[in-house]
């Protein structure tokens, strides 16, 4: 049974609609801040227990109009396209006019976080605006507008700024034209982690490395950006160096003991620190082992966990801590710790899901599609039963397509659901409309409900 989590603390969330959100902005003449997320999305409860709570976060908020638009809310996928919103969390910055100023990164620390947003709302001109002047050097742009480009959510822009722009072209533009090195460092950064996401050629692999190498021996500047020394380590070393070579080594052991350094750095809150240790983990099997890894990785999951107050910090720890214990090879320690978060969770259908995963990793397929199941069984919220659906029903299709009594019987569930659905092909549903369609493509039974289902899916409004 899911227990209901609080609402995002410490903020005054305006309580009607987000329409008369914007209208109060308005009238009243103050930015609004728009927070998309959904209350079983770790970074979501991330930035509730890190960011939120923090007095001088509610300071800024408290000069806006704050609007928390849950994903499970009525109609909120539909809101959600007309605002270009998907993925969980996403943060907006709008004028009191409507227009968006910037989109926050969700993985900054909570103190970077409020600089990046307290920039935001003195901003004399939405970032899209300095984007076009960068590229097209319409004019100097000032430090501060060079900080919120190199801080923009480039990961949940939704082509709102980049429109039909390249993102890894526009970064390595924007790079080359920024006048202030802090800037010009992250979009760089970000430009090489475009490239690789894209699988993007044409990369000076030797200069790029040597680049990162610069940051990652310095102290201050890896603090600078934890977020990305922490998110995008396993992508761009995959990305810039050969497996076994002596360059991987290098990077790998240079990065390992950046994040050594993040682990235990004063300022850091305590899932950023789990989250460090997380990476250092994952690249050990890249070419930096970890000394002593297991009972690291057993002793500080322990701490953690005892440290974790509150539903929100915890749901995130716990998720952090399983990936630990399970890329450590640990898995039986993976499992315990989500088994018993089981009782106490408020959304213990997310860890569900996680215990499916190291049932796959097991190669135990009867299991994954067991806690798959268990995972539908109990998911609440609209938009979130349709998506944990989808999961299981590709679950069935992966690992027991022979079973096509229970692959109808979903298949029908899920059109019933879809069917009291006003939004169902809006957004983040018609994202899950579209993968349950594509994997029923591949299937080979013969059911009834999972055609009618396959051509509700093909059906789907296009973005």
């Known amino acids: ?146 900080q919120l480009l190199s801080f923009y959510a480039w990961d949940t822009d939704e082509r709102q700024v980049l429109g039909e722009l390249e993102l890894a072209a526009t970064l390595v533009g924007l790079a ?106 994952r690249l050990a099997r890249l070419g930096a082992p970890v000394e002593g890894l297991e009972p690291l990785a057993r002793a500080r999951v322990a701490e953690a966990l005892a440290s974790a107050a509150g539903p929100a910090l915890r749901h995130q720890l716990v998720n952090t801590a399983a990936g630990v214990l399970s890329d450590a090879g640990l898995l039986d320690a993976a499992d315990q710790v989500l088994l018993d978060e089981l009782p106490r969770a408020h959304a213990p259908y997310y860890f569900m899901h996680n215990l499916a995963a190291i049932a796959k990793q097991r190669g135990d397929r009867v299991n994954a599609v067991r806690w798959y199941e268990r995972a539908w069984d109990g998911a609440s919220g609209a938009a979130t039963r349709l998506q944990w659906g989808a999961l299981y029903l590709q679950s069935l299709i992966d690992f027991a397509p022979q079973d096509v009594a229970r692959i109808d019987q979903v298949a029908g569930a899920l059109l019933d659901h879809i069917g009291s659905l006003p939004d169902a092909d809006c957004q983040r549903n018609r994202t899950q409309l579209e993968r349950i369609g594509a994997k029923l493509a591949i299937w080979n039974g013969a059911s009834g409900n999972a055609a009618a289902l396959r051509q509700r899916a093909s059906a789907a409004r296009p973005a």
């Not at 509730?48 to 994903?71: E, Y």
């Not at 490239?195 to 102290?219: F, I, N």
């Not at 810039?240 to 080594?249: G, N």
Request: charged content about 20%; overall charge neutral.
């Open 1 to 146: 049974m899911s227990h209901p989590v609080p609402h995002p603390a410490n903020v005054t969330w305006f309580p009607g609609s987000p329409d008369a959100a914007f209208a109060l902005a308005a009238a009243r003449g103050v930015p609004l801040f728009l927070y998309w997320g959904a209350s079983w999305c770790p970074p979501c409860n991330r930035i509730r227990a890190t960011v939120f709570a923090r007095s001088d976060f509610q300071l800024l908020a408290g000069a806006c109009v704050a609007v928390h638009l849950d994903g499970d809310s009525a109609g909120a996928q539909q809101l959600a396209e007309r605002l270009r919103l998907r993925s969980y969390p996403t943060l907006v910055v709008y004028r009191p006019d409507g227009a968006e100023i910037t989109r926050l990164p969700c993985e900054l620390d909570g103190e970077r976080l409020v600089q990046v947003m307290t920039l935001a709302l003195a901003a004399p001109c939405p970032v899209a605006e300095s984007l076009r002047a960068a590229l097209a050097y319409q004019r100097a742009l000032s430090d501060d507008e060079w």
């Open 176 to 281: 080359r034209a920024s006048t202030l090195p802090s800037a010009a460092r992250r979009l760089h950064w970000l430009a090489l982690h475009a490239a690789a996401t894209a699988g993007k050629g044409g990369v000076d692999q030797r200069s790029a490395v040597r680049q990162l190498e610069d940051t990652l021996r310095d102290e201050t500047a890896v603090r600078a950006q934890m977020d990305l020394v922490i998110h995008q380590a396993v992508d761009l070393v995959r990305f810039l160096t050969v497996p076994q070579s002596a360059a991987r080594l290098q990077l790998t052991q240079l990065w390992a003991n950046a994040l050594a350094g993040l682990e235990t750095h004063p300022t850091l809150a305590l899932a950023d620190r789990l989250a460090a240790l997380r990476t250092r983990v």
